[in-house]
């Protein structure tokens, strides 16, 4: 297949590395010193299985330099889809697939107005992995990738990208909902990233103080509510399962959204708690621990706020 993998970071640039290894023509697009280092000295992938490789890197910052392609990996920040969504359009053809790898549950939608019908499938990434220095990729958490057509059709495309990863050493899962698991990913982000970001404390501290605990399957039990009156077909055993789940992480674990409120970046607040907020006000469901986490966090929205003038 010929893929290009929009936002060249860590999960682009991990499963950008792992196709390129497994023989598909991946073209990467970046910008700044990742994209001179990828062109310099090609992309070096280390895997949580002890592996380390490089490959010559197809890098550039401009989509038309690539042109139509059967696959777009589309791996930016929820902020900025509408805009890269616009960027990417010398890379569609009549049959390219766009797959967003990013958290919320609206991209797909944004995409598709943008870029046009049919051309988007919906995924769910279960893989951590950051930059390590420009040009070097680090993966440490590599459990699963999950997608599906948002019809939930089996296709023979969703078939085709799934004999591709699996290639490349991933395991894939093709569910008869992705919007399921779409929401399931989205549940477990928000509660974490609102417990760690407004208690500024890894899991350690979050789940050995009672309150602070139940805080945190509040916010699990609201954002639940909203999915369920969302019409979305949540499990009924979810709740427990994440609340299991959490109680496995590492000591020192804390969601990304915190890296970026710690280091004075913008931050998905919007895309990650706010859509909570915002469904539960139009649904009518009550979220008022979801609530407080967002307003606590909104003043850190776009970085560290300035002193007012």
């Given at each position: 297949?010929?893929?290009?993998?929009?936002?060249?970071?860590?999960?682009?640039?991990?499963?950008?590395?792992?196709?390129?290894?497994?023989?598909?023509?991946?073209?990467?697009?970046?910008?700044?010193?990742?994209?001179e280092?990828?062109?310099?000295?090609?992309?070096?992938v280390?895997t949580?299985?002890?592996?380390?490789?490089?490959?010559?890197?197809?890098?550039?910052d401009?989509?038309?330099?690539?042109?139509?392609?059967?696959?777009?990996?589309?791996?930016?920040?929820?902020?900025d889809?509408?805009?890269?969504?616009?960027?990417?359009?010398?890379?569609?053809?009549?049959?390219?697939?766009?797959?967003s790898?990013?958290?919320?549950?609206?991209?797909?939608?944004i995409i598709?107005?943008?870029?046009?019908p049919?051309?988007?499938?919906?995924?769910?990434?279960?893989?951590?992995?950051?930059?390590?220095s420009?040009?070097?990729?680090?993966?440490?958490i590599n459990?699963?990738?999950?997608?599906?057509?948002?019809?939930?059709e089996?296709?023979?495309?969703?078939?085709?990208?799934?004999?591709?990863?699996?290639?490349a050493?991933?395991t894939?899962e093709?569910?008869?909902?992705?919007?399921?698991?779409?929401?399931?990913?989205?549940l477990?982000?928000?509660?974490?990233?609102?417990?760690?970001?407004?208690?500024?404390?890894?899991?350690?501290?979050?789940?050995?103080c009672p309150e602070?605990?139940?805080?945190t399957?509040?916010?699990?039990?609201?954002?639940?509510?909203?999915?369920?009156?969302?019409e979305?077909?949540?499990?009924?055993?979810?709740?427990?399962?994440?609340?299991?789940?959490f109680?496995?992480?590492p000591?020192?674990?804390?969601?990304?959204m915190y890296?970026?409120l710690?280091?004075?970046?913008?931050m998905?607040?919007?895309d990650?708690?706010?859509?909570?907020?915002?469904?539960?006000?139009?649904?009518?469901?009550?979220?008022?621990?979801?609530?407080?986490?967002?307003?606590?966090?909104?003043?850190y929205?776009?970085?560290?706020?300035?002193m007012?003038?």
């Amino acid at each position: 297949m010929r893929i290009a993998i929009m936002g060249s970071g860590g999960m682009g640039g991990y499963f950008g590395g792992m196709l390129a290894r497994a023989g598909e023509d991946v073209h990467f697009i970046a910008r700044g010193a990742h994209l001179e280092a990828m062109k310099a000295s090609g992309l070096t992938v280390k895997t949580s299985k002890a592996e380390e490789f490089n490959i010559t890197a197809k890098a550039t910052d401009n989509p038309a330099d690539i042109g139509a392609v059967d696959l777009v990996l589309f791996c930016v920040k929820t902020f900025d889809t509408e805009e890269i969504a616009n960027f990417i359009k010398p890379l569609i053809g009549p049959d390219t697939v766009v797959m967003s790898l990013q958290n919320g549950v609206d991209n797909e939608e944004i995409i598709e107005k943008i870029i046009g019908p049919g051309h988007v499938i919906g995924a769910v990434a279960y893989v951590l992995a950051k930059i390590d220095s420009p040009g070097v990729i680090s993966e440490s958490i590599n459990r699963k990738i999950i997608l599906g057509e948002r019809t939930g059709e089996h296709t023979q495309r969703v078939e085709q990208i799934t004999k591709a990863f699996e290639a490349a050493g991933q395991t894939v899962e093709v569910p008869d909902d992705i919007n399921v698991a779409i929401w399931s990913k989205l549940l477990g982000i928000t509660t974490m990233a609102a417990i760690t970001c407004v208690t500024r404390l890894p899991a350690a501290h979050i789940f050995s103080c009672p309150e602070t605990r139940a805080l945190t399957h509040g916010i699990l039990d609201e954002g639940i509510a909203v999915a369920i009156a969302n019409e979305i077909a949540i499990p009924d055993t979810l709740g427990d399962e994440f609340k299991a789940l959490f109680d496995t992480f590492p000591p020192n674990y804390r969601a990304s959204m915190y890296q970026d409120l710690e280091n004075g970046r913008r931050m998905e607040l919007d895309d990650i708690i706010g859509v909570i907020v915002r469904l539960g006000e139009e649904l009518g469901v009550p979220t008022p621990l979801t609530f407080a986490a967002y307003a606590s966090l909104k003043p850190y929205a776009n970085g560290k706020p300035a002193m007012p003038t």
